[in-house]
């Protein structure tokens, strides 16, 4: 069972950035993509990013789009940048790996999930 670990949450002033990490506990030919996903207070869980790890394709919601950068940075190792940060940013971020199929919006597709960090920016 692949397991996943964030880090690299914390508070910062609007238009500041922040860099979020995912360490996944599996060796190459288990995962196929990984993304990130988010939750607000009183808010459902959203889609922010995502990529392939077959072919590096990316996936971006368009409120993210031009801000964040979605990246793999080793064999089990995923980031998230986040410039040009808003306070409506501000939620849970979670990590996400399928083990099948691309890149994908929807949380049903991915079958393990981080246990998720804050990011918090204020105004």
């Known amino acids: 069972q692949v397991q996943l670990v964030e880090s690299g949450g914390g508070l910062v002033q609007a238009g500041g950035s922040l860099r979020l990490s995912c360490t996944a506990s599996?060796?190459?030919?288990?995962?196929?993509?990984m993304g990130w996903f988010r939750q607000a207070p009183g808010k459902e869980r959203e889609f922010v990013a995502a990529?392939?790890?077959?072919?590096?394709?990316l996936a971006y919601a368009d409120y993210v789009k031009g801000r964040f950068t979605i990246s793999r940075d080793g064999e089990n190792l995923m980031s998230l940048q986040m410039n040009s940060l808003k306070p409506h940013d501000t939620a849970v971020y979670y990590c996400?790996?399928?083990?099948?199929?691309?890149?994908?919006?929807?949380?049903?597709?991915?079958?393990?999930w981080g246990q998720g960090t804050q990011v918090t920016v204020s105004s």
């Open positions: 599996a060796s190459e030919g288990v995962l196929r993509a």
């Open positions: 990529i392939s790890w077959r072919d590096g394709s």
């Open positions: 996400a790996a399928r083990s099948w199929g691309s890149t994908s919006q929807y949380e049903a597709d991915y079958q393990v």
